[in-house]
């Protein structure tokens, strides 16, 4: 479809727009969409496969529905893009992700149609509960319609808000989008369920027309449609979800053809109607209508980076990804340790655990969405004498907290977290930054936590985390393509030593994970300036090791700089051995403000929080001069123990 070309889209500028169009002006429509959504998100990349599965469902929430009086819930966020181009956002697809673009998930700033982010899955249906609770106290005829699909039903707090709508009469509308996948094929005794209900589609038609047939039968008809009624509940209890909800107290409807939009618009006016709390079932195909999604067995094209919209293969060039080094270190690991074994929470492919069940498929688990649940199994893995290897992306990490720290620290157990994705990780917008981790996670006692520089050093990090055995420990690495190695000159301890200049000693520069590289660039710089910078990466940064201090006492000043916020940061933790320690040296802590930060490439994020290799270095000089400079009479100079 041409950018320029006059279509039906072009003409839809809000919701309101798509109330007048008859049934086969629509499909077009839905056609123009999905040709829209291929072209733009080919250039930007970002989540095509779950957007082009919900194509006709959104259609007909917002033919059926009234956003932005009644609300609209995605969970999780990333199947909403239809609903930003049917809410006046179509302009901003050409920098979606990008500074300046639209966010790849609903966003409040953007539009009047969101609400909330809902970047994390598993918790639409407590917004929906509270919101529903809210409208109804102030007596507001408005529905909440929350839409949980891509694996969302798999997480716990979705079955802890249902126990509550259920004792409501509230106007909530529940959409199940069933594609059957989350980032990969959806796990869990639900999804088996849903998945044999899908095998029998028609079934609610034929009892539907039975009914019809039975009730004009004289006498016996109404007596015998109700026997019959009874064996089929029996029956349908077995395979379906609608008896577990029905239980409840909530309506089901469906299972419905998500794709059907007829179909969609009959279930939601249903729904709308009966003025309480609905599921409606909807059966849908990820990457539905662009043949390469369809083709995509891994993820149905979840959410590529750029690609090619005639192909759907990534434009970027192949390199050296940091889930692959750990992927087939695991895999290398698994083959000499039987006890060994992998944990991921619906993101096999996206974590690298898929390369342990492709080895060893029994020794690998997917618990679906389902964080919290994947810590404490991995408790009782460690308990009956396995050693499990968690693997979660850092931002998905903080949801399970407690159970790291009660579950599992408490029991001195030996689990190891590993941290994809963490630090600034761009375009997915703050609430996928892994910038949490190290802050939350350090007042974890008993837990070790490692930040890898190159390869290598992620290889030897995870090797030693798993030869652990009287606590938990956790390698954290960030996304994208692994930097060249960047070997150690000496080793103090266990701090490797990457750069130092003998005759000179200004600045002792902390340089934790991917910043060991930035460290070594301001150091070469600072040189060329006269001073003495001595890099070093600790490679286990909690606990600090303690030949920090030593280190420490032989600088004028200590600098860190880390991929994480400074509050409670490494930064802190250094400060506070030297505290310890009695030492009185100037320390100076940089990294991550704990503030929300726009999303942007990683680029473009750590040039504007500062933390570039011209930023830190001219930042550095200036600490440096100023311990030199003599204080003046009723004006301090820097404190020897200021931070």
Same mark, same amino acid.
């Given at each position: ?10 003409? &839809? #500028? ?58 609209? &819930? ?10 930003? &181009? ?57 529905? %909440? ?162 690609? /090619? ?31 060994? $074994? ?24 997917? %618990? ?33 907290? /407690?159970? $790291? ?84 000159? #000496? ?37 060329? #300036? ?43 933790? $250094? ?29 473009? &994020? ?22 030199? $400079? ?14």
């Amino acid at each position: 479809m041409s950018d320029h070309a006059q279509t039906l889209l072009s003409t &839809i #500028r809000g919701p309101q727009d798509l109330k007048t169009l008859a049934p086969e002006q629509v499909t077009v429509l839905g056609a123009e969409i999905r040709d829209f959504l291929v072209a733009k998100v080919a250039r930007t990349g970002g989540h095509i496969g779950p957007n082009l599965g919900v194509v006709e469902l959104t259609l007909a929430m917002h033919r059926i529905f009234d956003s932005p009086r009644d609300r609209f &819930i995605f969970d999780t966020g990333h199947q909403a893009y239809v609903h930003k &181009i049917l809410t006046g956002r179509q302009d901003g697809f050409d920098l979606l992700k990008r500074r300046g673009g639209l966010t790849g998930y609903p966003s409040q700033a953007e539009s009047e149609h969101d609400l909330v982010e809902n970047c994390h899955a598993s918790t639409a249906l407590s917004y929906a509960d509270g919101m529903g609770k809210a409208y109804a106290l102030r007596g507001e005829l408005r529905h %909440v319609v929350a839409v949980v699909g891509d694996g969302a039903l798999t997480g716990g707090m979705c079955w802890e808000a249902l126990n509550n709508i259920a004792a409501t009469r509230n106007r909530l509308v529940i959409i199940v989008n069933d594609n059957g996948r989350s980032y990969a094929p959806t796990i869990g005794g639900l999804a088996d369920h849903l998945a044999s209900l899908r095998l029998d589609p028609g079934y609610e038609k034929i009892l539907d027309f039975t009914k019809d047939a039975l009730e004009k039968t004289p006498l016996v008809g109404k007596p015998l449609f109700d026997a019959l009624h009874a064996v089929k509940k029996g029956i349908k209890d077995a395979v379906a979800p609608q008896a577990m909800f029905e239980d409840l107290g909530i309506k089901y409807v469906g299972p419905v053809d998500g794709h059907d939009l007829a179909a969609m618009e009959s279930a939601l006016t249903r729904a709308k109607r009966y003025g309480g709390p609905v599921i409606v079932h909807a059966v849908t195909h990820k990457g539905h209508g662009y043949a390469p999604a369809e083709q995509d067995e891994a993820d149905r094209l979840h959410a590529p980076g750029a690609f /090619d919209p005639e192909t759907g293969k990534q434009l970027a060039a192949p390199s050296l990804k940091w889930t692959k080094v750990f992927a087939d270190e695991l895999v290398a690991i698994a083959g000499e340790r039987p006890d060994v $074994v992998g944990i991921t929470a619906a993101m096999p492919e996206s974590t690298g655990i898929d390369k342990l069940a492709a080895a060893y498929p029994d020794r690998a688990f997917d %618990v679906g969405i389902a964080e919290q649940h994947a810590t404490t199994s991995a408790a009782g893995l460690a308990l009956a004498g396995l050693h499990p290897v968690v693997a979660i992306y850092a931002t998905f990490l903080n949801r399970a907290f /407690d159970q $790291v720290l009660l579950d599992v620290a408490l029991h001195k157990l030996p689990v190891t977290f590993v941290l994809d994705r963490a630090g600034v990780t761009g375009p997915d917008g703050p609430s996928h930054y892994g910038i949490w981790d190290m802050s939350i996670l350090g007042v974890v006692p008993g837990l070790r936590v490692a930040a890898p520089r190159d390869a290598e050093t992620l290889r030897m990090s995870l090797r030693e985390a798993v030869a652990i055995n009287d606590g938990p420990t956790v390698v954290r690495f960030p996304t994208g393509s692994v930097p060249a190695a960047l070997p150690a000159l #000496r080793q103090v301890g266990g701090i490797d030593v990457l750069a130092e200049t003998r005759e000179r000693r200004d600045v002792l520069l902390v340089a934790v994970g991917p910043f060991a590289h930035l460290g070594v660039q301001v150091a070469a710089e600072l040189a060329k #300036r006269g001073f003495g910078v001595t890099v070093v990466d600790p490679r286990w940064v909690r606990p600090v090791p303690v030949e920090m201090v030593g280190l420490a006492g032989a600088h004028q000043l200590v600098v860190t700089i880390e991929d994480g916020v400074r509050n409670g940061g490494v930064g802190d933790a $250094v400060a506070k051995l030297l505290r310890d320690h009695e030492l009185d040296v100037p320390l100076r802590d940089l990294g991550v403000p704990a503030q929300w930060i726009d999303h942007g490439t990683r680029a473009e &994020i750590l040039a504007e929080i500062g933390l570039t290799a011209a930023d830190v270095t001219e930042r550095v000089q200036g600490w440096i001069e100023a311990l030199s $400079v003599p204080e003046k009479p009723g004006l301090p100079g820097v404190s020897r123990g200021a931070r």
